[in-house]
């Protein structure tokens, strides 16, 4: 389905404007930038960007062997991005309960509301994109999808590669980026 | 299907260690800001390639999507690092 | 004169009036929606100071000191766009028809999208309404009353847009189901109906940030969801009055009087 490619575009586009209005507001107040940024817990999100690639990884299995009809192994490489997408909204998730009891709230600096919108905005890609694969799995257990029905669980995985390309950008940037 | 010789099992290999050098080891002391910086956001640039041409399979997509598409990673690259530069040193 | 189907048409004949299809009026209403972008943007974006709209970070007495400052642009711009806003909805009207030619006639999805866009103008002129009233009172009222007229209209303008998110979805899923080999409107457009409707969520947090990209004048709440669904109006307006064309040329082919 080629329009998917426009939903797709047109996300990259708008993460791309925001990726720019935070090194714009960044460029006006560096240190606090660069103090609050050093509260961020840089293992996790690394272990994060691990999660999201080995789940792209998965689902890209699924669509391998969806093509060559293997409909037995779709399941379980579904399976295993979801239970990854999973992993990283319960990290995720760990990792805002931990801002929150220190105190740190999105109003809390510039800083800290680019780090909640633009993670928090990710978390609902991530919500959307799992729940969309669960959705592939169930359905895939019953052989819904084969080579030459595949284009519903193609257009879900391209989704769901965006989910973790955003993420491949959105980690160096807030957790990674020394300033000068 | 051999899940250990198919390209994504590869590409998702280089991917974890390109990560794992990022996270842990341009992003060390032992690298100035600038090495780390611009070589984490060259790096990702190039997950971000391997994302698109491999797992979201553009390699096989129009000449004119693909390009599109590649333009990202390289644009949005420029531009953070355009501004990392451009950003005032502090003491 | 056709006034039921033949078996196996396309779009199945009403034969509620031996009149035949206003093609004419029809494509005058699918033009509304382009005319009430470009006016909207005109009276309430550019003379009315809203690209990008006053920070919601300012307090009452920069607030009331914004709409004396400001009050003739306003009062123009405000009161025309308020009065304009009606275009929406008779550009919907003419969207719902055409998605009866997809849906077939009463369905669901066109009954949905005529309502989500008339009642679209609710809020826009309600809204419009209030920062009218600011400007053209300012001067009697206290900063406080000038600051609550102000977030009145932003909080309602933004806040129900849920009831377009609507319109639009019932849009994209009525056009993608089109069996036309060549869709009366692209799937790329229903596409960005999709990233509009998205797009439209995050506005849910402007009562709780003033600063950064969530507030109302910030690159997410205000720049991407309200240019997402500019664009959107461009693009279905486009091909919607195309449409009309070729659902003419359909009916004549079917020998269809009042389709």
């Known amino acids: ?10 996300d990259s586009v708008i993460f791309a404007i925001l990726f720019l209005s935070f090194m714009k507001d960044r460029l006006h107040n560096p240190a606090m930038f660069e103090a609050s940024r050093h509260t961020l817990n840089m293992n996790l999100g690394g272990i994060d960007t691990l999660i999201l690639l080995t789940s792209s990884w998965s689902v890209a299995l699924a669509i391998q062997a969806l093509k060559r009809d293997l409909i037995d192994r779709v399941p379980r490489y579904l399976l295993g991005g979801v239970l990854t997408g999973l992993m990283f909204v319960v990290s995720k998730s760990i990792e805002y309960f931990q801002k929150f009891a220190h105190g740190i709230m999105p109003g809390t600096d510039a800083f800290y509301m680019w780090y909640f919108t633009l993670t928090g905005i990710h978390l609902a890609h991530v919500l959307v994109g799992t729940s969309l694969l669960t959705f592939l799995w169930i359905r895939s257990r019953r052989g819904a ?3 030459s029905r595949r284009v519903v669980p193609e257009c879900v995985a391209s989704f769901w590669h965006l989910v973790d390309l955003l993420w491949i950008v959105l980690f160096p940037l807030l957790y990674l980026m020394r300033a000068v | 299907m051999s899940v250990l010789r198919e390209r994504v099992t590869w590409v998702w290999i280089g991917l974890m260690v390109l990560t794992c050098v990022t996270t ?66 502090f003491s | 004169m056709a006034t039921h ?38 009276l309430w974006g550019f003379l009315g100071r809203n690209m990008p709209p006053f920070s919601p970070n300012a307090t009452p007495e920069e607030v009331k000191a914004h709409f004396v400052e400001l009050r003739l642009p306003l009062l123009i711009g405000m009161s025309v766009a308020l009065t304009i806003t009606a275009f929406y909805m008779a550009w919907s009207v003419a969207i719902a028809r055409v998605m009866e030619h997809v849906e077939g006639p009463g369905g669901v999805f066109s009954k949905l999208e005529m309502m989500g866009g008339t009642i679209t103008c609710a809020p826009i002129m309600t809204a419009c309404m209030a920062w009218l009233t600011a400007a053209h009172e300012a001067h009697y009222l206290d900063p406080g009353v000038v600051h609550m007229l102000y977030w009145m209209g932003w909080l309602l303008f ?10 639009i979805a019932a849009c994209s899923i009525a056009f993608m189901r089109d069996k036309r080999e060549k869709k009366l409107v ?74």
């Open chain 1, 145 to 147: 999808w084969s080579s």
């Open chain 2, 24 to 89: 842990w080891g341009l992003s060390k002391n032992l690298f100035g800001p600038a090495v780390a910086v611009v070589g984490n956001f060259l790096i990702a640039a190039v997950k971000v390639r391997y994302v698109m041409l491999d797992f979201m399979e553009l390699r096989q997509a129009p000449l004119p999507v693909r390009v599109a598409f590649e333009a990202w990673p390289a644009v949005v690259a420029a531009v953070i690092l355009g501004f990392w530069f451009a950003t005032p040193a």
């Open chain 3, 5 to 42: 189907a033949e078996p196996g048409t396309a779009a199945p004949a009403r034969g509620l009036s031996p009149y035949s299809t206003d093609y004419t009026s029809w494509k005058i209403l699918a033009c509304m929606g382009p005319l009430f972008l470009a006016l909207f943007v005109g």
């Open chain 3, 186 to 259: 692209p799937d790329a457009v229903s596409w960005w109906g999709w990233v509009t409707f998205a797009s439209f969520f995050v506005v849910s947090a402007i009562p709780f940030l003033t600063t950064g990209p969530l507030a109302f004048n910030g690159v997410i709440s205000f720049w991407v969801a309200f240019f997402t669904w500019f664009f959107w109006i461009a693009g279905l307006g486009y091909f919607v009055f195309k449409a009309i064309d070729r659902i003419k040329a359909e009916d004549e082919a079917a020998g269809r009087l009042n389709a």
């Open chain 1, 1 to 10: 389905m080629d329009g998917v490619w426009v939903f797709i575009g047109a």
């Open chain 3, 158 to 167: 933004d806040l129900a847009y849920f009831v377009t998110s609507l319109q």
